[in-house]
């Protein structure tokens, strides 16, 4: 019986420090192919690469920023997106940390477009975060639409969603006739809205995955605006909700079954 105790409480440790120290500190990558006829042939196996939920610490995420960095330039990324959240609430940011951020948001490269959208974190530093991003070349995606165009006349509409107080009726009436709607949307909760707009596809980050993943079970904590959807995918009638479970960690320093991870999605007709 205490021999049967001590390997569970031995086990229970190993976990701890497995999560504490091994696998929060590293990223995979998660990839998928979205298929929808409603993509333009010219699109057919476009390459985007989403990363999300930095939420940059001053002492020890520029490490994790190098790598990914270097990873999304390997992969040779057509469109970069960053989901939001940047940054961490009450923590004191630097000119310095801005100077950093900076730099390895302007060498992300993407053979065609740089995108961005808020997460509710950045709210609190949001002139900084706007600064970083229109400064390394992001287009930054509040509450607006932005046509994307490659190879041919036919678009595809990408929204950028703060918040649901969107003018749907504005962000998906254009002058240009498109048949592909992509959304990116901070908060995996605003799909419900989003797929009733008939969006395609949403690209969500925010839930960090429940920061432990519990076998049949999922995500251990969810947040708000990730409490309906947390996993990886989510698909309700023509609709698809993808989430990155980001690269970072709130309050906590720690990752179980749950490794941070880029998103790499391929367009198929």
């Known amino acids: 019986m205490k021999k049967g105790l001590a390997i569970i409480i031995l086990a229970l440790v190993l976990l701890f420090l497995y999560g504490r120290y091994i696998e929060v500190n590293h990223f995979k990558t998660h990839e998928y192919i979205i298929e929808n006829e ?13 990363f ?11 490490k994790i920023l190098k790598k990914v960095t270097n990873k999304i330039n390997d992969l040779e990324a057509d469109i970069i997106i960053f989901s939001g959240d940047l940054f961490k609430k009450n923590v004191k940011y630097t ?50 639409n932005m046509l994307l165009f490659y190879k041919d006349e036919t678009p595809i509409n990408v929204i950028g969603i703060t918040n649901l107080q969107a003018d749907f009726n504005t962000l998906l009436t254009t002058d240009v006739t498109y048949n592909y709607a992509l959304a990116i949307s901070h908060q995996p909760d605003n799909f419900d809205e989003l797929r009733r707009q008939n969006i395609d596809t949403v690209i969500a980050g925010h839930s960090l995955g429940g920061l432990a993943n519990i076998p049949f079970y999922g995500g251990l904590i ?13 698909k309700d009638g ?19 079954f749950n490794t941070p991870s880029i998103n790499i999605y391929r367009f198929s007709k």
């Open 38 to 50: 409603n993509i333009p042939t010219s699109f057919e196996d476009l390459k985007l690469v989403q």
């Open 52 to 62: 999300s939920d930095l939420l940059y610490e001053p002492k020890t995420s520029e």
């Open 95 to 144: 000119e310095e940390d801005y100077t950093k951020i900076k730099k390895y948001f302007e060498e992300m490269q993407a053979s065609l477009y740089k995108l961005a959208v808020i997460g509710d974190n950045d709210e609190s530093n949001i002139q900084e975060y706007k600064d970083i991003l229109y400064e390394s070349g992001f287009n930054l995606l509040d509450n607006q």
């Open 222 to 234: 969810k947040k708000d605006g990730a409490q309906k959807y947390n996993n990886y995918y989510y």
């Open 238 to 256: 023509n609709s698809e909700l993808y989430i990155s479970n980001g690269l970072g960690y709130e309050e906590f320093n720690f990752r179980l």
